[in-house]
């Protein structure tokens, strides 16, 4: 296996939690995926991926752990484009233009109708 995302650290005091512990302590919070109203989620995954049981894997007074963090992926582009198109047909039928907050709030809706439908996507450290 190898590592595109690897985080060693050296620490200055002993760590005298052993893995079991450690694992005990990361079960509190296990990985999970997104809700639908959610932006994002972390937590624990096994390192060793799907053959993994424990959340920790200890070798040699090293311990290797792994977060997942799970976020949905909101274009910028596509938030922009509609916010455009139903502002354009805001103005066109009240015949006004719209304001600053408004313009905000609108931007608003179409973030938390959008949020259900988007894609999400995951990251190991």
Known sequence: ????NLQIYLLSTPFDISAEALHDKLNARPSRECSSM????????????????????????????????????????????????RISDLEEAEGRKVRRRERGEIK???????????FTKSVLT
């Open 1 to 4: 296996m190898w590592f595109r």
């Open 108 to 118: 608003d809706e179409i973030f938390l109708d959008m949020l259900p439908k988007a």
């Open 38 to 85: 959610e932006l994002s989620t972390y937590g624990w995954e096994p390192p060793l991926g799907l053959n993994g049981k424990l959340l920790t894997h200890a070798v040699a007074h090293c311990t290797m752990i792994c977060m997942r963090r799970e976020e949905r992926v909101m274009p910028a582009v596509v938030v922009n484009q509609r916010l455009t198109q």
